[in-house]
């Protein structure tokens, strides 16, 4: 029969250690870019915008939905990079809890 407090402590050091990496998440980054890097934003791993770069060149007054379309795509790419990112660091902590009982750890 499997030790209750045994689970519970990995358990408990499973959530300590996703709280830490949720913390780091905060400090990493990935950049993406439409259009040819005309557009740059680079998005943290909590996917939060830090940061929005437009190329002066690709501003049109004429043509504002271009460069509308160009920001919603580099904002959407760098969203799915920092969830990807985010989802990959957390399942290297899922991924080292063994508990008894469970194949292949909790996760």
Request: hydrophobic residues 50%; aromatic residues 0%; without cysteine.
């Amino acid at each position: 029969m499997m030790n209750m407090q045994k689970i519970m402590k990995q358990v408990q050091k499973m959530q300590a250690r996703m709280a830490q990496v949720q913390e780091e998440l905060a400090n990493k980054t990935v950049e993406a870019s439409a259009g040819g890097g005309v557009v740059r934003v680079v998005v943290t791993g909590q996917q939060e915008v830090k940061e929005v770069h437009i190329d002066p060149a690709v501003v049109d007054v004429n043509d504002i939905e271009m460069l509308e379309d160009l920001v919603m795509l580099a904002v959407n790419e760098g969203l799915r990079l920092s969830q990807e990112m985010a989802a990959e660091e957390m399942a290297k902590v899922a991924g080292n809890i063994n508990i008894p009982g469970l194949p292949g750890g909790l996760f």
